[in-house]
């Protein structure tokens, strides 16, 4: 990985990821405050951790085709991949804020974790690969 990728990864990192998951640090703050237990249900049980992944592949796609054509497999694959993952997460939000006494929130949380997980790698990918390229004008 070239020093400009790190440098990119890395500020992608701090400014979208950890920036993205300053509310659920702020949410684990305001329950301790007040004396209630952290858990997994309270965090994301309502989906929230969703709309950030949609939000960080979006960043990342923007980003990888702001650059330059589509001019390779990984650029297909890293981009095609963060799309899927917008629409699989968006349309799984839709679904569970619908709500419901059959909804079960422990495949929520599980769902919600592994999307986020999905995103963050596939949206790294897109930053890696979009930090490769140089700008065509």
Not at 55 to 65: I, K, Q, R, S
Not at 82 to 94: L, M, N, V
Not at 100 to 121: A, H, N, R, T
Request: hydrophobic residues 55%; contains cysteine; glycine residues 6%.
């Amino acid at each position: 990985m070239t020093q400009k990728s790190k440098y990119l990864l890395t500020r992608w990192i701090i400014f979208s990821v950890v920036f993205a998951l300053l509310p659920f640090l702020f949410k684990i703050l305001s329950e301790i405050s007040r004396g209630h237990e952290i858990s997994l249900e309270m965090l994301f049980g309502r989906g929230e951790l969703l709309l950030v992944s949609v939000t960080l592949c979006a960043v990342a796609v923007g980003e990888l085709f702001e650059i330059t054509p589509i001019q390779s497999i990984a650029t297909l694959i890293a981009g095609g991949s963060a799309i899927i993952i917008i629409a699989i997460t968006s349309f799984y939000y839709a679904n569970i804020s619908v709500g419901g006494e059959d909804l079960k929130i422990d495949m929520v949380i599980w769902m919600s974790i592994s999307l986020f997980l999905c995103s963050v790698v596939v949206s790294s990918a897109c930053i890696i690969i979009a930090s490769t390229r140089e700008i065509k004008k």
